[in-house]
């Protein structure tokens, strides 16, 4: 199947700080990638949809200036989690859609944020 | 929003079948019904996907009913590495993608 992957894997800042997340797809172009957060013993829970060369979606109750997205190229989306705080601190995995050979969704391995 | 319902956790001998049942009485015509499992602290793993006949690859068995309104995941044979949640969701490849709280299967010695 195809790839996706996120870097980095895990991260620790200081609150205030921001945060940049990666998610690349490795052997397939998405156009589409959807961004997720998930709390300890909870679903993932869909906070954007990012869009190749247009502004992301955002699900309702997720803030988009605290949450910046961008999908500058149909291999690579960026999570930007500004000025974090510890209430941030989640497991954060992207998502690409491939449509073609696969007709599914890969998932990343995931980015564990930590704000202290 | 998550268009599915499933069981909150069950319980498999090793060895043995694990049938993992989803609710989706709600599916539209154009939606496939797809199933991915999490084992802890990774990333959704893709399992299985269908339309509406019944599926088999070398991890699962999916079988559907024929109103579409429910499906049932099979796992032959379970193993102690197959303890996970597991998550079941209709897509039909445009729209988002959403979770439901899954199943959490839990594989006994």
């Known amino acids: 199947g195809a790839v996706v992957s996120q870097h980095p894997s895990r991260v620790i800042c200081k609150s205030g700080t921001s945060v940049k997340i990666e998610c690349r797809s490795l052997d397939f172009q998405a156009t589409t990638m959807f961004w997720y957060r998930q709390f300890p013993k909870q679903s993932l829970m869909l906070m954007a949809t990012s869009n190749e060369g247009s502004k992301a979606t955002y699900e309702q109750g997720v803030e988009k200036d605290k949450f910046l997205i961008n999908h500058a190229s149909l291999t690579l989306s960026t999570l930007t989690v500004t000025s974090a705080h510890p209430e941030d601190s989640s497991f954060y995995i992207c998502?690409?859609?491939?449509?073609?050979?696969?007709?599914?969704?890969?998932f990343g391995p995931g980015t564990r944020l930590t704000v202290l | 929003d998550a268009k599915t319902t499933q069981p909150p956790s069950m319980d498999c001998a090793e060895g043995r079948a694990a049938n993992l049942p989803c609710n989706h009485s709600?599916?539209?015509?154009?939606?496939?019904v797809y199933w991915y499992r999490q084992i802890h602290s990774q990333g959704p793993q893709y399992i299985i996907h269908?339309?509406?006949n019944n599926e088999t690859n070398e991890m699962a068995s999916l079988i559907i009913t024929e109103d579409r309104k429910s499906s049932t995941l099979i796992l032959p044979h379970a193993t102690l590495r197959d303890t996970a949640v597991y998550y079941c969701?209709?897509?039909?490849?445009?729209?988002?993608?959403?979770f439901g709280s899954g199943t959490k299967l839990n594989v006994k010695p």
């Open positions: 709600t599916i539209s015509g154009n939606e496939y």
């Open positions: 998502s690409a859609r491939e449509v073609v050979l696969y007709n599914e969704q890969f």
């Open positions: 969701i209709v897509w039909n490849n445009f729209n988002k993608f959403y």
């Open positions: 269908g339309l509406k």
